[in-house]
């Protein structure tokens, strides 16, 4: 069993940053792969990026590519959302996830524990 607890979430303005963090319980978080997915009102759940056990693969969705940064900190058992260039159209729920698998895959239906999220809000 994984605990995925988020933080980091906020109201910012256009153009501005903000660091997400996921923590994530227990002693095997390096066999995870790990995502961060967000949903906004009255839309599905879209995927964000991933990033594989160790760091070293990532991926991303085309609409955050350039601008946000996903990275992960085995040792604390942490895994992070650099945003930065802030559109009022990331505003959403961002959800970490963790996948019980070395390969990394988009499909949020192939994770399996999801934290329960923090608000993001972009201003105009």
């Known amino acids: 069993q994984v605990q995925l607890v988020e933080s980091g979430g906020g109201l910012v303005q256009a153009g501005g940053s903000l660091r997400l963090s996921c923590a994530a319980s227990?002693?095997?978080?390096?066999?995870?792969?790990m995502g961060w997915f967000r949903q906004a009102p009255g839309k599905e759940r879209e995927f964000v990026a991933t990033?594989?056990?160790?760091?070293?693969?990532?991926f991303y969705a085309d609409s955050v590519k350039g601008r946000f940064t996903i990275s992960r900190d085995n040792a604390k058992n942490t895994v992070y959302l650099q945003m930065n260039s802030l559109k009022p159209e990331d505003t959403a729920v961002y959800h970490c996830a963790a996948r019980s698998s070395t390969v990394w895959t988009i499909g949020p239906h192939l994770y399996d524990y999801w934290g329960q999220g923090t608000q993001v809000t972009v201003s105009s």
């Open positions: 990033i594989n056990w160790s760091g070293g693969s990532t």
């Open positions: 227990g002693r095997t978080f390096s066999r995870y792969t």
